[in-house]
């Protein structure tokens, strides 16, 4: 069974940087699609982005183009989510989840997907 567990969050000002960790046990996610989905209080799970693991092809969401980067490291089974130029509307719990079946573009849009880690808070305050 596929397990997911995120690392990374914290505190940080405006403008400051995090980067977020997803490591995987119990199968390899050479062959799935990896995501990071966030929600804050009283809004819906968006998915932020999304890697093919095999390809390494991904998707972002508009209102984090240009500042966030998702990557891999297939050894490791692990995906990596960079965050710069954070804002307070970036404050939420972010998920890292895995998907076999669809595109990073349908898991990230429509969250679909199998598998989903606890979360990680991430709080952009000053």
């Known amino acids: 069974q596929l397990q997911l567990v995120e690392s990374g969050g914290g505190l940080v000002q405006p403008g400051g940087s995090l980067r977020l960790s997803c490591a995987a046990s119990?199968?390899?996610?050479?062959?799935?699609?990896v995501g990071w989905f966030r929600q804050a209080p009283g809004k819906q799970r968006e998915g932020v982005s999304c890697?093919?693991?095999?390809?390494?092809?991904?998707y972002y969401a508009d209102s984090v183009k240009g500042r966030f980067t998702i990557s891999r490291d297939n050894a490791e089974n692990t995906v990596y989510l960079q965050m710069n130029s954070l804002k307070p509307e970036d404050t939420a719990v972010y998920y890292c989840?895995?998907?076999?079946?669809?595109?990073?573009?349908?898991?990230?849009?429509?969250?679909?997907?199998?598998?989903w880690g606890q979360g990680t808070q991430v709080t952009v305050s000053s």
């Open positions: 989840a895995a998907d076999p079946r669809h595109t990073v573009q349908d898991m990230c849009v429509m969250a679909l997907t199998d598998y």
């Open positions: 119990g199968s390899t996610l050479n062959y799935y699609a």
């Open positions: 890697i093919m693991m095999s390809d390494g092809r991904t």
